[in-house]
């Protein structure tokens, strides 16, 4: 079954501490993104990869960082520079970025400040 | 400055009824226009897309009209039931070529929420 797997589905974070969430998807896309969901509003994109080490910095990169190392894997980690960091961060694949291919969306992963 | 502006935030309809819900947007090198639908707790899915070389087009119950002067798009649920109840996003992105080389990405409006009663 191909698709994009996120972990943990539920994340907490305490004061100052990093955390890094998991994205893997089996589709064989060579682009990749992370976007934040916050209540009543739309999907905003946090960082961007069109091909294995490389990434792009969206609309609201700032205290987090990504890594593409491998094909399959764009994983997030929430650094302690973002002070709001609550918010259900959903990861995203799509054949190539080139043209205007259709995102497939993970589950999501819901990350509570503790 | 958002870019696709959405309406309404929420609605709710019964069974058999057409919730109708409308995106404006400002850019006009936006070229491609899909919809999501996203169940509580779940990754949006793409519904349906559009780009501006045609006013209609339709998948199932799932109808989106566009008016490339107006600058504007809405989705139409045709015969709605209780399982479309569920937050729908419609975006916009240009063409990557247009926008400078690499430089793509889908702007989202902020949602509505749909609930359609048995």
């Known amino acids: 079954d191909g698709g994009i797997t996120q972990s943990p589905k539920y994340l907490f974070r305490k004061e100052g501490q990093n955390v890094t969430l998991s994205c893997e998807q089996n589709?064989?896309?060579?682009?990749m993104y992370w976007y934040r969901q916050d209540p009543g509003q739309g999907l905003r994109l946090i960082y961007y990869?069109?091909?294995?080490?490389?990434?792009q910095k969206g609309d609201i990169a700032e205290g987090y960082s990504v890594s593409r190392e491998k094909k399959e894997s764009f994983p997030l980690t929430v650094t302690s520079a973002q002070k709001n960091p609550t918010a259900f961060y959903l990861c995203?694949?799509?054949?190539?970025?080139?043209?205007?291919?259709?995102?497939?969306f993970g589950p999501g992963t819901r990350l509570l400040v503790l | 400055q958002q870019q696709v502006k959405q309406s309404p935030q929420s609605l709710i309809v019964q069974k058999g009824g057409i919730p109708i819900i409308n995106c404006a947007y400002e850019?006009?090198?936006?070229?491609?226009f899909p919809w999501y639908q996203q169940f509580p707790g779940k990754g949006p899915a793409l519904l349906i897309a559009?780009?501006?070389?045609?006013s209609e087009k339709k998948e199932g119950r799932f109808t989106i009209s566009f008016n490339k002067s107006a600058k504007q798009f809405s989705l139409h649920i045709m015969d709605s039931q209780p399982g479309d109840s569920a937050t729908y996003f419609c975006?916009?992105?240009?063409?990557?070529?247009?926008?400078?080389?690499?430089?793509?990405?889908?702007?989202f409006g902020k949602g509505t929420l749909l609930t359609v009663n048995p």
């Open positions: 995203a694949s799509s054949r190539t970025i080139v043209r205007q291919e259709t995102q497939y």
């Open positions: 589709l064989n896309h060579d682009a």
């Open positions: 990869s069109q091909i294995v080490n490389d990434f």
């Open positions: 850019n006009t090198a936006f070229d491609y």
């Open positions: 559009i780009r501006p070389d045609v």
């Open positions: 975006a916009a992105s240009t063409d990557p070529y247009h926008s400078g080389g690499s430089n793509y990405k889908l702007t």
